[in-house]
């Protein structure tokens, strides 16, 4: 037929307009922000030494795991399925130090630490020191939902891992050349005098679902040439990692013993929560006052219960991502950049 | 004005299960810690080290779950824990799972002083104590037949409370010296029958431990797991400095609302800037004392003295 519609096809085009535009509504209304922040560690990074193929391979590998944090979410996913899919794609990236590719202790292995928060029930878990869990943050997700505790460490962890499930793997997964190169020269500058090492590469991601629940998950191999058994801020609930529904997440990166001290990732929900700051005052009051006035140094990202999105940081750069339903996509390494 | 308090565990501890001697020999146990640390502070000492004394006294008592005479892992050892913060500079020292330092309170010192770290845990906390000069001593130490028959009953099924051998919990300090600084310490065998290498709040700063000057000084003692998500230490700290509140409410609000939401029961002991002391406890007691140089000196079991 040349003027395309009989009625009867009329009247189903039009109820199936009716339709698409009530469920266009629906959904308008129902549909709350998602939200995720990734970091892949702040600290020193010089943009001399960054070659422009080894920015654009970090920038890749923080918009992958932004996606596949992301991507949870679209899916209609919880906030901890998110934070956990992302930190886990950074944990299997050999660039970032955490899971394949962390720095090494003084005597060459790797020791990792992770933690991870649900803002909705406020269940926690986190493991320090484990050396043959291939991604520490799903085994810090094992101890928060499948144990009584909060905190399992070394081999204890590694126990609970094996009678989960979870298959173990030599410490020389993680290695990487790279690595060893850095903590030789680490132990050069040791013995020269210059004991700072550097606490780069920390990995981490905050995130919003649907149903407005946060997440926080942060994951680390440390210091390079830390000491055996020296544990930063990444496993501690309070210091690296918090989340809690309607006020805030966040996982931080940094010299760990100054976010310790501070319990840096509370203090900035307590700031929100209690003398109403709005996100971005209260990182910045922690950051650039309280934990600068101490001399530490490192990042955070962090997210409130209406999706806003904060990282900032008072070191040089911080590898970083965002991603939310607004629109709003970012991948950035320094403070304009 | 200068003060100290101290806790050795809050928990189920019906008075009727507890004899006469027994209350006695508690009650000594915690007076000589209080003491010690009051003492150090008489004599116009740091509150880091009183509050290191007062410990280091509740870890050589075998009543307390702390050093020697600390709760069995389901392996049947010993893993101790401890913490200890200067309010004055907010540093911080922790181990844990240390298995051979005779006192975990003196080498979670020397991770403050003479490291560059906050916590240190394991075999590692330990290769840092023999650097440092310390004996180890062997795990057996620890061990007490009490803890060894309280570990049986408890893998016979039974709730600890319902047949208490030794009924003495985590042991911590808070300190206000003569200069007005604040300090606070942590030390733990952690639970009964507890995995082998489970953490609790005790050497988490900010979650078993936390001072700061001018605002308090907290060592915490119960369901650790909830006190870490509480961060409950800090918690009090920041409800006093940011939001106002007495030391008092800051203790009673973590307490009641935030331990009780997440269905965990425990104690709080806290001192402010003033020297203030408040323990509080939603278990049934708190074995605790305090003791200041305005006359206070009482030492208590449970709810009523």
Excluded at chain 1, 159 to 164: C, G, I, K, P, V
Excluded at chain 1, 202 to 213: E, H, I, K, M, P
Excluded at chain 1, 298 to 310: C, E, N, Q, R, T
């Amino acid at each position: 037929m040349s003027c395309g519609l009989t009625f009867r096809a009329l009247r189903a085009l039009l109820a199936c307009l009716a339709l698409a535009s009530a469920g266009a509504s629906a959904h308008a209304s129902d549909e709350r922000r998602i939200a995720i922040a990734v970091h892949g560690g702040a600290g020193v990074i010089a943009p001399a030494e960054l070659t422009p193929e080894r920015e654009a391979s970090i920038r890749a590998a923080l918009q992958a795991a932004v996606d596949a944090g992301y991507a949870v979410l679209e899916h209609g996913g919880s906030s901890l399925d998110a934070v956990t899919a992302a930190v886990r794609v950074l944990e299997d990236d050999p660039q970032f130090n955490a899971g394949r590719g962390a720095v090494l202790t003084h005597d060459g292995a790797a020791e990792l630490d992770a933690s991870i928060m649900d803002g909705h029930s406020l269940r926690a878990g986190a493991v320090a020191g484990v050396r043959h869990v291939k991604n520490p943050i799903e085994l810090a997700r094992l101890v928060m939902d499948k144990s009584p505790h909060v905190f399992l460490i070394g081999s204890g962890a590694e126990e609970f891992a094996l009678a989960q499930g979870l298959t173990l793997v030599p410490n020389e997964y993680f290695r990487t050349p790279e690595r060893e190169r850095q903590l030789e020269r680490a132990k050069q500058s040791e013995r020269a005098g210059g004991a700072k090492t550097s606490a780069t590469g920390t990995v981490g991601a905050v995130a919003l679902d649907r149903d407005g629940n946060l997440a926080a998950a942060t994951s680390t191999g440390g210091m390079t040439n830390k000491r055996h058994g020296r544990v930063g801020d990444s496993p501690i609930i309070g210091a690296g990692t918090y989340a809690r529904n309607g006020v805030c997440a966040v996982s931080a990166t940094g010299h760990g013993e100054y976010f310790i001290r501070l319990a840096v990732a509370h203090d900035i929900c307590s700031l929100v929560a209690y003398r109403g700051l709005t996100l971005r005052e209260a990182v910045r009051e922690v950051l650039h006052v309280k934990l600068q006035g101490l001399g530490g140094d490192g990042g955070v990202i962090a997210l409130d219960g209406k999706g806003s999105i904060v990282m900032d940081f008072n070191s040089p750069g911080m590898f970083r991502a965002a991603r939310d339903s607004s629109g709003r996509r970012e991948i950035a390494i320094y403070r304009d950049r | 004005m200068y003060a100290i308090a101290i806790h050795g565990g809050a928990g189920a501890m019906p008075r009727d299960r507890l004899s006469p001697e027994a209350q006695q020999r508690l009650r000594a146990g915690l007076q000589s810690a209080l003491d010690a640390g009051y003492a150090v502070l008489e004599r116009g000492g740091s509150s880091l080290d009183a509050v290191t004394a007062a410990v280091r006294v509740l870890e050589d008592d075998p009543q307390f779950n702390a050093g020697r005479g600390a709760v069995l892992t389901r392996g049947g050892t010993v893993e101790l824990d401890a913490s200890i913060m200067d309010g004055r500079s907010l540093r911080a020292g922790a181990v844990a799972s240390v298995r051979h330092v005779r006192n975990p309170v003196e080498l979670a010192r020397l991770v403050m002083e003479h490291s560059r770290h906050v916590l240190l845990v394991g075999s590692g906390a330990e290769e840092f104590a023999l650097e440092h000069g310390m004996s180890l001593v062997a795990n057996e130490y620890f061990r007490t037949e009490e803890r060894a028959r309280e570990l049986a009953i408890v893998r016979a099924g039974s709730r600890v409370s319902e047949l208490i051998p030794v009924p003495g919990g985590t042991v911590g300090a808070v300190a206000l010296d003569r200069d007005g600084n604040l300090a606070a310490a942590t030390s733990t065998g952690g639970m009964t029958n507890k995995r082998h290498g489970r953490v609790g709040d005790s050497p988490i700063i900010g979650a078993g431990t936390y001072a700061r000057n001018g605002v308090c000084a907290v060592s915490a003692t119960g369901h650790g797991e909830a006190f870490i998500r509480a961060v409950a230490a800090y918690h009090v700290c920041l409800s006093v400095e940011q939001r106002g509140l007495t030391l008092e409410q800051a203790v009673r609000e973590v307490l009641h609302e935030r331990i009780g939401a997440l269905g965990a029961r425990g104690g709080i002991i806290a001192i402010d800037a003033r020297g203030n002391a408040v323990l509080e406890f939603t278990a049934e007691g708190m074995f605790r004392g305090c003791r200041d140089s305005r006359g206070r000196n009482e030492v208590a079991l449970f709810r009523d003295p």
